[in-house]
């Protein structure tokens, strides 16, 4: 009988999630590093929106009354698709997580006199709207998030990071032991190799479902 591995995961899992699945009989502990808070924003005048993660498509319509707006509607990836799905009926663009294709994509589809704005977290890189920064793209941070001071400190065999500040939370915290590192996307890869390059595996779209499957053949 194999060994149990205990999986450490910087994100809060669903029920059904896929990476519950997989990890099956496995010690799977999964904890945002990250807290977040709302901040006041108004509704900006735009053709477009484009939203960059799930949290930013939830705090963009829980703060705001979007009733004089009918925008188009786009997202980074198919997990913030998901999460916008809730939302709104029509999503006129899902991109596939990659920011440089993304950007070349998205500007396939919107007409060059067409204005966006650019929903996000106060710290992120911004990637899309550097891009394709223009008279024509706005961008306005919609929350904030920040490391949390209470970080597990217990050994584990194979860390999951779900972004750039989870990672930096849990090192800030902890050493390097020789984990199998999983990583939802390259800018969360970039972040692992500022504290080693050993055992990283990139998923290639940033999902939980292509995480799921790198974690099922770390485990057999």
């Known amino acids: 009988m194999l060994d149990k591995k205990r999986i450490f995961i910087s994100r809060s899992l669903t029920d059904d999630s896929p990476i519950r699945d997989v990890s099956g009989r496995h010690y799977l502990y999964d904890q945002s590093l990250i807290s977040f808070s709302s901040l006041d924003f108004d509704p900006p005048e735009a053709d477009w929106v484009f939203f960059y993660s799930r949290n930013a498509v939830r705090f963009f319509f829980e703060n705001s009354n979007l009733e004089l707006y009918p925008y188009q509607y786009a ?21 596939n997580g990659r920011p440089k294709e993304v950007a ?68 800030g915290k902890n050493k390097y032991l020789d984990q199998t590192i999983i990583v939802i996307g390259k800018t969360t890869e970039s972040a692992v190799r500022k504290f080693t390059n050993k055992n990283i595996l990139t998923a290639q779209k940033p999902s939980e479902d292509e995480i799921a499957k790198i974690l099922m053949e770390v485990l057999i």
């Not at 939302?87 to 006129?92: E, T």
């Not at 929903?119 to 961008?139: D, F, G, Q």
């Open 104 to 171: 070349q994509l998205f500007q396939e589809v919107r007409k060059p006199y067409e204005s966006v704005c650019f929903i996000r977290a106060l710290s992120s890189v911004n990637s899309i709207y550097h891009l394709l920064k223009s008279e024509h793209t706005i961008s306005i941070p919609v929350y904030k998030n920040e490391p949390v001071e209470e970080v597990p400190t217990e050994e584990f065999d194979i860390l999951i990071f779900t972004s750039p500040m989870n990672v930096d939370a849990w090192f």
């Open 75 to 95: 997202c980074l990836s198919t997990g913030t698709a998901e999460e916008l799905s809730k939302y709104v009926l029509d999503i006129a663009f899902i991109g």
